[in-house]
C-alpha cells in the first residue's frame, strides 16, 4: 500500500506515525510546500520574538523520517486525478497512490479592502508569513492589527516586544466578544492596557492606504479615521485550502465534505483538520474544527480507516487553551459568549483582576457544561470526566481542588470560589466540612 499525505502539519504526520504503527509495511510519503520537515505552528511566535531558532520548533530530529521509513517531499501538490489515483507534483513528478489523505491546512482570510494587495499587509499563520513579518517589520514605528481572536493578539504582543506601537482594530463591544463572555473580555483588556496596546472597539477597517511606492502608509476606518501604520497584520480569521481538493472534482463546501471516517467524495480520498468540514457534525460541534487536538484525532481516525480498522471520528469534550500575554486561559466543554437560556452562569474573580473561573451548569439537572478558567491552571483529564459524566455543579466545586495544577507554591482560591458560588446560589450549596474538606449538599 501507499499512503500519499498532501501536509505535514499535526494531522497528516499524526495519520503518518499512527498508519506506519498498523501497517509496518506501507510506504507512506508526505508532500509539503511550507517547509521539508514537520515544524510547531504555535511556537512561530518565539522564533519572530528571538526566544527559539528555527531548528527548536521541529519536534522530531531529522533523522526521525528516515527511521521510521517516512519519505518527506519538499514540493507543491498542484493537481490530482482521483480516477487514475496519482497526484501531480510542482517538480514536475507525480506520484501514484492506494490512498491518499489530503490535510492541506487553513490560510488567513484575505478580506476584500482596497489596498490588501500593498506590500506590509499580511496574515500570520505559516513559516512564509513568519519570513514575511519578519523582513517587513524590522525598524517600523506603527502598526494596526485587524481582528481581535487569538493570532490578533499574538501578532500584538510580537509587535510590542520589539517596541512598536500597536493599535487593534476589533468589531465587537469587547475582545472576543464572538466566543468570550464580557467579563473574560475585560481581563484580557487588562492585559492589553498594560503592555500598552491600544485598542479600538467597535471600529472597522474600510482601506488600506498606500505611500506611493507600494507599502502600506495608513489604515482608514469606516468612520473616515486614518490611523498610521508602517505594518497591517489582518487577523479576521482562517478559510479552509480546498484548492487541491477542487483539481480532483471533490465535493466542497467551506471545507472538503467528509463523512464520519473522513472520507471525501472520490474512494480512496481522505481529508482531515483545518480543511476538511463533516457532512453530519455530531451535537453540538462545528462543522469546521481547527485546532491542534482535532487535527491530531482525525489523522489518527484516517490512519485506521485506511488500515482496514475503521473507528468514526469523534471529537469528545471540547477544550482549547491560550495565554494572552500573561494571563492564561483554558476552555473545557460549551462557555457561549451569550448565555443559555437553559443554564446557570457562575462567575468568580478575584479582586486583583488576575483570576477568573466562570462555571456554566444546567438550571434543571445541575450538570456542568462548560467552565473558562483564566490566571488559573486546571487539568484536563478531571474536567473531561467531570463534564462527560454530567457531574452535579456543588459537587464539581466540592470537588475543584483536584483540578487545581497551579505550582506548589502558588496560592489556591477554591474557598474564595465555593463562597461566592453559596452567596449567588443558595439553594444549590456547597458546604465545608473540617476533617473530609469540601463537599456538596
Given at each position: 500500500m501507499h499512503l500519499v499525505i498532501i501536509g505535514n502539519g499535526i494531522t497528516g504526520v499524526t495519520c503518518a506515525l499512527t498508519a506506519r504503527r498498523l501497517r509496518p509495511e506501507a510506504r507512506i510519503t508526505l508532500v509539503a510546500e511550507e517547509s521539508p520537515h514537520h515544524i510547531s505552528r504555535p511556537a512561530l511566535m518565539y522564533v519572530y520574538l528571538g526566544h527559539l531558532r528555527l531548528p527548536d520548533i521541529k519536534p522530531y530530529e531529522?533523522?526521525?523520517?528516515?527511521?521510521?521509513?517516512?519519505?518527506?517531499?519538499?514540493?507543491?501538490?498542484?493537481?490530482?486525478?482521483?480516477?487514475?489515483?496519482?497526484?501531480?507534483?510542482?517538480?514536475?513528478a507525480s506520484l501514484?497512490?492506494?490512498?491518499?489523505?489530503?490535510?492541506?491546512?487553513?490560510?488567513?482570510?484575505?478580506?476584500?479592502?482596497?489596498?490588501?494587495?500593498?506590500?506590509?499587509?499580511?496574515?500570520?499563520?505559516?513559516l512564509p508569513d513568519l519570513a514575511q513579518m519578519t523582513r517587513d517589520t524590522h525598524g517600523i514605528g506603527q502598526a494596526v492589527v485587524v481582528g481581535g481572536g487569538l493570532i490578533g493578539i499574538e501578532l500584538a504582543e510580537m509587535l510590542a516586544a520589539k517596541g512598536v506601537a500597536v493599535t487593534m482594530l476589533v468589531r465587537e463591544a469587547h475582545y472576543w466578544g464572538s466566543v468570550l463572555p464580557p467579563e473574560e473580555g475585560a481581563l484580557v483588556q487588562r492585559q492589553l492596557d498594560a503592555h500598552h496596546i491600544t485598542v479600538r472597539y467597535a471600529t472597522e477597517l474600510d482601506a488600506l492606504l498606500p505611500d506611493g511606492l507600494g507599502r502600506v502608509r495608513a489604515v482608514r476606518t469606516r468612520t473616515g479615521e486614518?490611523?498610521?501604520?508602517?505594518?497591517?497584520?489582518?487577523?479576521?480569521?482562517?478559510?479552509?485550502?480546498?484548492?487541491?481538493?477542487?483539481?480532483?472534482?471533490?465535493?466542497?463546501?467551506?471545507?472538503i465534505l467528509v463523512d464520519e471516517l473522513l472520507r471525501t467524495s472520490a474512494?480512496?480520498?481522505?481529508?482531515?483538520?483545518?480543511?476538511?468540514?463533516?457532512?453530519?457534525?455530531?451535537?453540538?460541534?462545528?462543522?469546521?474544527?481547527?485546532?491542534?487536538?482535532?487535527?491530531?484525532?482525525?489523522?489518527?481516525?484516517?490512519?485506521?480507516?485506511?488500515c482496514g480498522q475503521p473507528r468514526p471520528y469523534r471529537r469528545g469534550v471540547w477544550f482549547n487553551s491560550a495565554k494572552f500575554f500573561d494571563l492564561e486561559y483554558q476552555t473545557y466543554g460549551r462557555v457561549p459568549a451569550r448565555p443559555d437560556p437553559a443554564e446557570h452562569s457562575f462567575c468568580w474573580q478575584h479582586p486583583s483582576g488576575c483570576h477568573l473561573l466562570r462555571l456554566n451548569f444546567r438550571s434543571d439537572t445541575l450538570a456542568v457544561t462548560g467552565v473558562n478558567v483564566l490566571g488559573l491552571r486546571h487539568r484536563h483529564e478531571t474536567w473531561h470526566r467531570w463534564l462527560q459524566a454530567g457531574t452535579p455543579a456543588p459537587q464539581v466545586l466540592a470537588e475543584l481542588g483536584a483540578a487545581n495544577f497551579d505550582p506548589e507554591f502558588f496560592r489556591r482560591y477554591e474557598a474564595d470560589i465555593v463562597a461566592a458560588f453559596n452567596?449567588?446560589?443558595?439553594?444549590?450549596?456547597?458546604?465545608?466540612?473540617?476533617?473530609?474538606?469540601?463537599f456538596g449538599r
Open positions: 531529522d533523522w526521525f523520517w528516515a527511521e521510521n521509513r517516512l519519505e518527506l517531499v519538499h514540493a507543491t501538490a498542484t493537481a490530482f486525478d482521483a480516477q487514475a489515483r496519482t497526484v501531480q507534483l510542482s517538480t514536475g501514484a497512490y492506494d490512498a491518499l489523505l489530503l490535510a492541506t491546512g487553513s490560510r488567513s482570510r484575505p478580506g476584500q479592502w482596497p489596498g490588501r494587495e500593498l506590500a506590509g499587509v499580511q496574515g500570520f499563520v505559516t486614518e490611523l498610521p501604520a508602517q505594518w497591517v497584520g489582518l487577523a479576521i480569521g482562517v478559510e479552509p485550502n480546498t484548492d487541491l481538493a477542487r483539481t480532483g472534482g471533490l465535493e466542497v463546501a467551506r471545507g474512494p480512496q480520498v481522505y481529508a482531515a483538520g483545518d480543511c476538511a468540514q463533516h457532512r453530519q457534525p455530531g451535537p453540538g460541534e462545528l462543522a469546521v474544527e481547527q485546532l491542534w487536538y482535532t487535527g491530531r484525532q482525525q489523522g489518527e481516525t484516517v490512519a485506521y480507516a485506511i452567596q449567588q446560589f443558595p439553594q444549590h450549596p456547597v458546604v465545608r466540612q473540617r476533617r473530609t474538606g469540601w
